[in-house]
């Protein structure tokens, strides 16, 4: 018969410490302060350092930590990611994690980290509306407690299997990051110099070969209140992914509202570019949205006759463009590239003919790009079903028994 126990006669169930108020108490530190946002930049792995570092003095009343213990997100929004790590060496702890050390006679801390990742916080939390765990439902999970030596056969298979995986990830990060790197080379020698075929090389401002505009920022725009289910979409900065608009989360307004702000009124075809907060997310406005309207971080480029607006979205997606939306932003909170700034950028400017020509080269290299990525993209997602598919495998009732 399978044996189990509850996780606090298993391991030492504790929490972290409220952090430090004083800034002072940081300022030159040594000392790792793990907060949940350190965590969460791990989600499953170890963690050999932290982002907030304490001074000795800062250190003083609060509890070290040795390594091998186990951080488990209680509260806050990170309690349903189920971000499970473990210390690679001593360190203190923000008090919105709870800290789990595995009772050495009882069994291994990374038999204990192994299984932890396949509980999911959801089960334990009683309002799903309120992430919030206490130390008692942590610790009345149960665990299935076999010998230490059947712990260690565990680990051991695991350890060898997800170091495979690791490598297996590993390299499916570089061929994205290679790809990446292959069309950024094909952008920026799309537009270089020696290989347009203009001598000498002619360039015109975007004001020159558009119009140009964006969102209304007067006392129109929009309030929470106006936004309604139907309507008149409403594009923000976070609908623009991969080239295109994403209806994910769009927001609308009302025919009546949208009237009132005409100067975001979009047409099919308009090239759309962030210019306040995070400069240069770029799309085309495709066919069903075309009416649409858009919020005042986003500028609207509508080419005239003798440009393409394909050719002028790679042209801004290449390097050249690039490094002057970083040389022309100002502000310091918020960064933005001003209506202005965006009207002087010069842009090579090539027959008709050579444009479509670069776009007929450009649109099929990012084509099978994207096929690539969404390989990868499956890869990825089979390895992480593979990894819970062994830890699943691993904590079976066969497996656990003692």
């Not at 009237?259 to 308009?270: A, C, I, V």
Request: charged residues 25%.
């Amino acid at each position: 018969m399978t044996q189990f126990i509850r996780l606090d006669k298993f391991a030492e169930v504790g929490a972290g410490n409220s952090a430090p108020q004083n800034e002072e108490l940081f300022k030159g530190g040594s000392l790792p302060f793990v907060r949940t946002s350190d965590v969460g930049a791990i989600h499953i792995g170890s963690i050999d350092t932290s982002r907030d570092l304490l001074t000795l003095e800062g250190a003083k009343g609060l509890k070290l930590h040795s390594s091998g213990t186990i951080l488990f997100p209680k509260s806050g929004a990170s309690t349903f990611l189920n971000h499970r790590v473990v210390l690679g060496k001593p360190a203190y702890v923000s008090s919105h994690l709870a800290t789990i050390k595995a009772n050495n006679d009882l069994g291994l801390d990374r038999y204990l980290f192994y299984f932890l990742q396949t509980i999911d916080a959801r089960d334990l939390c009683q309002d799903q509306a309120y992430p919030s765990l206490n130390r008692d439902q942590i610790a009345g999970i149960e665990v299935p407690l076999p010998s230490l030596e059947k712990q260690r056969e565990i680990v051991e298979k695991l350890d060898s299997a997800f170091a495979e995986i690791d490598s297996l990830e590993e390299n499916l990060t570089l061929g994205e990051e290679k790809a990446d790197q292959l069309l950024q080379s094909l952008l920026n020698d799309s537009f270089s110099a020696d290989n347009i075929n203009s001598s000498p090389l002619q360039e015109q401002s975007i004001d020159e070969i558009c119009e140009v505009g964006d969102g209304n920022h007067s006392s129109k725009y929009p309030t929470k209140n106006e936004m309604i289910s139907t309507g008149v979409p409403f594009i923000r900065a976070q609908n623009i992914v991969n080239g295109t608009v994403d209806d994910t989360d769009i927001l609308y307004i009302s025919p009546q509202k949208h009237e009132s702000l005409r100067k975001g009124h979009l047409r099919t075809g308009d090239i759309l570019i962030t210019n306040r907060g995070e400069i240069g997310k770029l799309a085309i406005v495709p066919l069903e949205f075309d009416g649409s309207n858009l919020n005042s971080q986003i500028a609207w480029l509508r080419c005239k006759k003798e440009v393409s607006n394909s050719y002028l979205y790679y042209f801004l997606k290449s390097g050249s463009a690039r490094r002057i939306f970083d040389s022309g932003t100002s502000g310091s909170a918020l960064q933005q590239l001003t209506i202005s700034k965006l009207k002087e950028i010069k842009v090579p400017i090539v027959s008709q003919s050579e444009q479509k020509a670069i776009v007929k080269t450009l649109n099929s290299a990012f084509a099978e790009i994207e096929s690539l990525r969404g390989q990868l993209k499956i890869e990825k997602s089979l390895a992480i079903t593979l990894r819970q598919s062994l830890l699943s495998s691993a904590f079976t009732q066969e497996e656990a028994v003692a």
